[in-house]
């Protein structure tokens, strides 16, 4: 088990290769990158955001302040991002947690105990955060609190009655780590309340890029990928559009035997097969009208080699040509039928880091500019965790942190459990 005083694995590896120029900086390399200028003298609101994805490469942590003035989604504030660090998966745990998205053996008592050891890599990664902030003149005891997403290993809402969502987390011991409180258990409250529970994060990316005159979406590429739509002064959307990374990086994995494809060069060097194409699109889920939500739960190997039966003689290069060409074809057919007069897509996320995924997007949306969301302030990488940091201070303040139009819960929820530091 990790030590919580310092992350002893590597930074979560980058996606980019050594000519990108999004290459992913190091753990050790204080990023101090302004996601907005900060105005005003209003007094300083830090929050760290901490989130562990369906990619399942590691963690990734922000400390950023919320103290800005709002100026156009509910009350939120717009950040100053000020330190980020990120802390890679063993090979081992990452194995644990792909099987406990599934039923086995002792899976209670092995849960149990995967959430103490993210909890313990979650503390690392603050303490990393913490070590940045002291150059700033930022303490512990400055931090209001962690929001701490957790590790999701089953998505079933509105199954068997309510349904449930299920993120491994012990933020109790968390909080007792770190000396700082901790928000957790953010999606059971839209749950609850006939949601989705899923996508959270269009509510951040509102707060941050929508604009009264400017029609534009954010696609989140994790393990699964989500979109958000921002039409110019109207009502934000987002759902999950499907498989983001996770089938890509399986493939990759069990034929190449990286953790995932470099910059989409194996998937560059392949052939897009239309055929399995097809009969990949066809799945009910990219029919469904949101809103909606998946996860591994459905986009999982045994899902992929099940579509696979009559293609075995294609070259695995083709198929994750395919797949990549499946991520972004969702993607973009979402775009086009709920928000066709976009002309911007932000992208996020390590599939943000895929040039072979993005050159795919932006042949399916000739009339649309693709690029990351570095472009406006915020690296890729560094958006989700954003955002929960953005939900904690939203618990705090009371505020509801989802959107009912993206997971069509009852009404407006606040967000969270809050566990205290002693």
């Keep these: 088990m990790l030590c919580a005083a310092s992350c002893k694995l590597p930074p979560r590896s980058a996606r980019a290769g050594p000519n990108s120029l999004q290459q992913r900086p190091s753990r050790s390399e204080p990023q101090g990158s302004v996601c907005i200028t900060k105005t005003g003298n ?76 993210l909890a313990e890599i979650y503390a690392s990664v603050v303490e990393d955060l913490l070590e940045q902030s002291r150059a700033l003149g930022i303490l512990r005891a400055d931090i209001v609190a962690v929001g701490a997403h957790g590790q999701t290993v089953r998505h079933r809402p509105q199954e068997f009655g309510t349904g449930y969502t299920l993120q491994l987390n012990n933020p109790a011991l968390l909080a007792e780590r770190g000396g700082i409180d901790v928000v957790a258990d953010f999606r059971n409250a839209d749950v609850a309340a006939g949601g989705q529970g899923a996508p959270l994060v269009p509510a951040f990316p509102a707060a941050l890029w929508g604009q009264a005159n400017r029609t534009r979406a954010v696609l989140n590429v994790g393990g699964i990928s989500n979109i958000t739509l921002l039409p110019a002064g109207g009502s934000v959307q987002g759902f999950d559009c499907g498989p983001g990374n996770a089938l890509m990086d399986y493939w990759c994995m069990r034929h190449t035997g990286s953790a995932y ?49 009559g293609f075995n003689t ?40 895929n040039a072979e995924l993005l050159h795919q997007l932006a042949l399916a949306l000739p009339a649309v500019q693709v690029r990351s969301t570095q472009f406006h302030g915020l690296p890729p990488l560094q958006v989700e965790a954003a955002a929960f940091a953005w939900l904690a201070q939203a618990f705090i303040k009371k505020r509801p942190g989802n959107l009912v139009a993206v997971t069509g819960a009852r009404g407006p929820r606040v967000l969270g459990a809050l566990y205290r530091a002693a």
Excluded at 47 to 75: C, K, N, Q, R
Excluded at 297 to 304: G, K, T
């Design 314 to 353: 294609l070259a695995p290069q083709d198929v994750q040509a395919s797949l990549t060409a499946l991520t972004a074809l969702a993607c973009a057919r979402d775009l086009r039928h709920y928000l066709p007069q976009a002309d911007e897509l932000l992208v996020c996320g390590g599939g943000a880091l």
């Design 261 to 309: 494809d470099s910059e989409g060069a194996w998937a560059a060097s392949g052939r897009v097969h239309e055929p399995l194409l097809a009969r990949l699109i066809a799945t009910p889920y990219f029919a469904r009208v949101p809103p909606k939500s998946t996860g591994r739960d459905l986009f999982n190997p045994s899902w992929l080699n099940a579509q696979l039966e």
């Design 42 to 117: 209003a007094m300083p609101e830090y929050y760290i955001g901490l989130m562990s994805g369906t990619s399942l490469d590691g963690v990734d942590g922000v400390l950023a302040d919320f103290s800005s003035p709002p100026e156009h989604f509910s009350s939120a504030s717009k950040p100053m991002v000020l330190a980020s660090a990120s802390c890679g998966f063993e090979a081992r745990f990452k194995q644990e947690l792909l099987a406990l998205n599934s039923p086995g053996q002792d899976e209670l008592h092995r849960a149990a105990m995967a959430a103490n050891q």
